[in-house]
Structures are given as C-alpha cells and as structure tokens.
C-alpha cells in the first residue's frame, strides 16, 4: 500500500485530490499519512475527510519537516506555482515518488534540475495533466494514432473558465474580476494565464502532435483581469512535420458554446471534441461519427491521475506523462513569453 504525503490543502487538494486519494484509501491501494499547509485549518480539515479504518493523517505547518518525518512512500504537491520546483527537489532528496500538479516548475533552469535529480534518485515522477484523462481526449487520441486522420496539418486547443475559478469573468462574478492571490503576481505563477488555464491547452497540443515542436510565436495582454500576467494568449507552434498548432487560452470571457476543446485536422479527416465526447470526420463526409463514453457521470480526471500513479509506482511503469513531459510543456511556455518579449518567431530549443 502506497504512503502518501499531500502538500498543499487549497482548492484543487479540498475539490479533487483529497476525494481522489479517498477513492484509493477504499480501495486499499493507498493511505494519506500526512499533510501540509502553511496554515493549520485546511491542513486538518483535509485531514479529517481522509480518515480511514482509525488513521488520520498527521498535520504539518513545514512540507519540508512532513518529507523528512512523514511515513511516506510518495509526496502529491498541490502548492502555489513558484514552490513546485523546492518541494520536488525536497521530495526527490528523500527518494519519494511523486505527482505535481501543473506547471512542474516556473523556470527551464529549475526543471533541467529536477529531470536531472528525479533520473539520478530513479523515482517515479508523473506530471498532473489530468485532461488527458477525459473521456474525448482518450478516444480522440486514439483515433489519431490509429491514422483515421492522416497526418496532421492544423491542430487547436484551448482552455477558458469553466467552473473552479469564477474569478477575472466580467459578467458571471461581477464582483470578482480579479485574480487573487498567488494567481495575480507574476513571480507566483511564474507568468499568467499561459502558464495556468493555458498549461492544459499546451499539454493537449504536445500530445495530440505527431512529432516535435519546432517554432513558437504568440501574442498576449492584460485587457480585464487585474493581475500582473497576461489574462489573454494566442499561440502558435510549428511542429517537425510541418504541422501548424494554435493555444488559445483566457481568463477574460467564457468561450461560446459548441465549439470544440480541440480539433485535429489531418489530411484524411478531422478529429475534435470537447471534454466528453470525441467526434471522428474522415475526409470526403459530411457527417462525424460520435464516441460517447458510457454511463458518464462527470469529470473523474483526477480520480484517474491518481490511480494511474499509485499503479504506475506499484508496477514501475512510466506514466502516462512524466518529468520530461513537464519539462517540454513548460519549454513551449517559456518560448511564448520569449516570443512577446522579443517580438520574434522563437526557435526551440529554448536558449537559456
Ligand atoms: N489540474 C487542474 O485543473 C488544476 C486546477 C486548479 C489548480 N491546479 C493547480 O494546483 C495547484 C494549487 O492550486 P490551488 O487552486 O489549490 O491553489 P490554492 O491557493 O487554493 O491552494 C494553495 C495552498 O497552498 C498552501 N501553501 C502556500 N504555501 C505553502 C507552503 N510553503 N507549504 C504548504 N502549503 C502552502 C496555501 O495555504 C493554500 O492552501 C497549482 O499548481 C494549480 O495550478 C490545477
């Protein structure tokens, strides 16, 4: 049974990684024998929820004191952005497993630090991209692999608000349009909406791409949210092949319905969908055929991510996106906000 150390008792921790490692507790796959917060209170009421068969997870004020002390086979990091790369470095130092949620750092220097120590100590690290597991992107991706769109000349993505930050949304909040918190300071987040809302979009593009990213060009700006980061980004990749990729991403307005999360287009078909459902268009038809996935009862990405870490530990298998793959997502970021700095077409890799 994986011991478990949560880092982080905010938001994401309450809503989905405490229910998640709940699931797990049942189980039997996994106990949370700890948690940290710099403040007490939500540190023990995650502690509480997570009671189980009389073990309750002790409380900590120091994540470093928790890594050290905590009976812990693993470590899940939940913390504002600019603390990833400290807490993966404590936690590889100690020869813990762990899962970070997104970004796994804020800088390249950081992350060529950490693809480093987590090689050396051999531990298994994997990247919270917890959208790859809706039920859309799993068929959609496999539709794609199995060629029923061709090659690929034209891929979108994009992530708007959705439901777990009201905030910077003129209109649905009119009393909150702005960011708070960490989420407004630059150096927190390590940038603003791009490097947030808009890490999924990158991911998705990344791993719906037929080979690497070659080229990064964007444009960004502040227009309603007030926060130091951009609150609007438009991105465009040039991948190996040719393929052209676009992130779109906000915190400004709720994107219109009905149009897809993401589109691949290819030179047989198209493939697009939103979080749920897949559609598949082969080149020459009006008509898309629709994957559904049975009995949906909403959004269990996390749940997913956390069970597919608890087994990729348990059989030391890779994850299904791992340090490397946080490091090349963060790449493209990095290249974006190089890309408005300069004003140039960026040319990966990243100079440093
Ligand atoms: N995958 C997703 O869709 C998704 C959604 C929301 C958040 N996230 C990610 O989850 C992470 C946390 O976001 P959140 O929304 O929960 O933020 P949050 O602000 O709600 O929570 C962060 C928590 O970290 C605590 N904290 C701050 N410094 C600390 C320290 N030194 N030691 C221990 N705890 C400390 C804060 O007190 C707070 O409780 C971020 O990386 C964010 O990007 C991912």
Redesign the pocket.
């Known amino acids: 049974m994986l011991r478990v150390g949560i880092?982080?008792?905010?938001?994401?921790?309450r809503g989905r990684h405490a229910p998640g490692w709940h699931k797990q507790q049942l189980a039997g796959a996994a106990q949370v024998t700890a948690i940290?917060?710099?403040?007490e209170e939500?540190a023990q009421a995650v502690a509480d929820s997570l009671e189980h068969n009389g073990q309750k997870p002790a409380v900590y004020t120091?994540?470093n004191q928790l890594i050290a002390e905590a009976p812990i086979d693993a470590v899940d990091i939940?913390?504002?952005?600019h603390?990833?790369a400290a807490a993966i470095m404590a936690a590889v130092q100690h020869g813990k497993h762990i899962i970070c949620?997104?970004?796994m750092c804020i800088s390249l220097k950081e992350a060529d630090e950490i693809v480093a120590a987590v090689d050396a100590a051999g531990i298994t690290y994997m990247s919270?991209h917890?959208e790859l597991f809706h039920p859309a992107l799993i068929a959609g991706r496999r539709a794609i692999q199995q060629g029923v769109a061709g090659k690929p000349f034209l891929i979108r993505s994009h992530e708007f608000p959705g439901g777990?930050n009201k905030s910077a949304v003129p209109g649905r909040d009119a009393a909150a349009t702005n960011m708070v918190?960490?989420r407004a300071s630059k150096e927190m987040m390590g940038g603003g909406v791009l490097i947030?809302k808009g890490y999924?979009p990158t991911y998705i593009l990344l791993a719906l791409a037929q080979s690497e990213p070659k080229k990064v060009t964007a444009m960004m700006n502040t227009f309603v949210a007030q926060m130091d980061g951009e609150d609007t980004a438009l991105v465009l990749v040039e991948f190996e092949d040719g393929s052209i990729g676009q992130i779109f991403t906000g915190e400004g307005f709720v994107f219109p319905a009905n149009d897809a999360k993401f589109h691949f287009v290819g030179s047989q078909g198209e493939v697009y969908g939103d979080r749920v459902t897949a559609h598949i268009k082969p080149r020459g038809f009006d008509d898309a055929s629709t994957v559904t996935p049975k009995n949906y009862a909403g959004d269990t990405t996390f749940d997913d991510e956390i069970a597919h870490f608890v087994d990729a530990v348990a059989t030391k298998r890779k994850p299904i996106q791992d340090h490397y793959d946080g490091r090349r997502v963060l790449e493209v970021i990095q290249a974006a906000y190089r890309s408005v700095e300069t004003g140039t077409t960026i040319t990966l890799p990243l100079e440093r």
């Open positions: 880092i982080g008792a905010g938001g994401i921790v940290s917060d710099i403040f939500p120091d994540f939940c913390l504002p952005h603390l990833h949620e997104k970004p919270g917890n777990y918190g960490w947030d999924h």
